[in-house]
């Protein structure tokens, strides 16, 4: 007795497909064709400019740390990132006569205060601009970005005046105001960077992507204003404050002018200034200054590589809501 041949199930051929039919149910599709040879060289020529871009902006921090590890006469003879007799005398020196420990103990504490104040108050007044109805709320809004094109130099001058000649109300009202002299100490450059524009703006547009749901359910429960802030919408805000805090850190830690400016006393010196010591009029130590460069930077690649997925969720989510 013949056995009959089971017969070979229809495969939809995938010309029908691409034209927009629809098999019938039950049949199944033929095999999708792999990427063509044009589709892989675009892929492999984009890598290839990508991975050439990326090189190129290494150079620098390559040339920096090269040149960390080379002696003074060395390190003028010419541009060469392999050094002939690599040498650590430049971070033994920096670690142990230049006052590298102090000065970043000073980057370290006004980096931080002003991180941890700018996550409060930002949050709080990104989450008022974003959620409470009050009277000029969009001009005042539209006033606090405009603050972001004024530049550092142009307002130097009246900083530096309402610093220098701090008012303070004394408690006892039969007493004349008491004027104070900030310049030169760390409650003047923290003054000036309490809230930043940037920081407010980023908080107020990741809470408006939160739904309206939470807080009505907050409300519902008879939680206020700032309790909803803190209990609900403050934890929701996860990827916007890990945003806020590298920034602010980076920004802080980096900063050269204002603190040039403000803390004029050796004792507070942050990092950005205390390296300038190693330039001097007649003479650059290159070596001990790119040593000092390199272990700067470690703080501030270690904040981003810890809370990179949230940075980059923190302003993605912001940008996607006006």
């Known amino acids: ?23 019938a149910a039950g049949t199944p599709i033929g095999d999708i064709p792999g990427r063509g040879p044009g589709h892989i060289a675009a892929r492999v020529a984009i890598y290839t400019l990508l991975l050439s ?26 541009f060469d990132l392999i050094p002939n007799n690599p040498t650590l005398h430049a971070y033994r020196e920096v670690l142990t006569e230049f006052n590298f420990a102090r000065y ?52 130097f001058v009246p900083v ?9 109300t004394s408690w006892n009202l039969d007493f004349p105001p008491v004027h104070y002299n900030l310049i030169g100490t760390y ?22 992507t939160i739904p309206k749901d939470f807080e009505e359910a907050a409300k519902l429960d008879g939680a206020g204003y700032f309790k909803t802030y803190w209990r609900v919408m403050l934890p929701l805000a996860g990827p916007a404050l890990a945003a806020v805090t590298i920034l602010t850190f980076q920004g802080m830690w980096n900063d050269f002018f204002w603190s040039l400016v403000i803390l004029q006393n050796p004792e507070h010196y942050t990092l950005t200034v205390g390296l300038s010591s190693f330039i001097g009029q007649y003479k650059t130590l290159w070596p001990q200054l790119m040593a000092a460069s390199v272990i700067s930077i470690i703080p501030i690649a270690f904040l981003f590589i810890v809370a990179q997925r949230y940075f980059i969720a923190g302003v993605t989510a912001a940008g996607v809501k006006g």
């Not at 620098?60 to 740390?65: E, N």
């Not at 007044?125 to 959620?131: D, E, I, L």
């Not at 530096?160 to 303070?168: E, K, M, N, R, V």
Request: one cysteine or more; charged letters at 15%.
């Open 187 to 208: 409650q003047g450059f923290i003054i000036i960077q309490l809230v930043l524009a940037t920081n407010l703006f980023l908080m107020r547009q990741y809470f408006l």
């Open 53 to 78: 871009l990326a090189l190129l902006y290494f150079v620098p921090f390559f040339w920096s740390v090269s040149t960390s590890l080379k002696t003074i006469p060395e390190s003028v003879q010419g």
């Open 1 to 23: 007795m013949a056995v009959e041949k089971e017969a070979a199930p229809h495969v939809a051929p995938i010309e029908r497909l691409a034209h927009g039919e629809e098999p």
């Open 160 to 168: 530096f005046q309402i610093l220098s000649d701090f008012p303070h």
């Open 104 to 155: 970043a103990a000073n980057s370290a504490f006004l980096a931080t205060t002003v991180t941890l104040i700018n996550l409060f108050l930002c949050s709080l007044g990104g989450y008022a601009f974003a959620r409470l109805r009050f009277p000029g709320r969009e001009v005042l809004f539209m006033l606090v970005l405009a603050t972001l094109m004024i530049p550092d130099q142009l307002r």
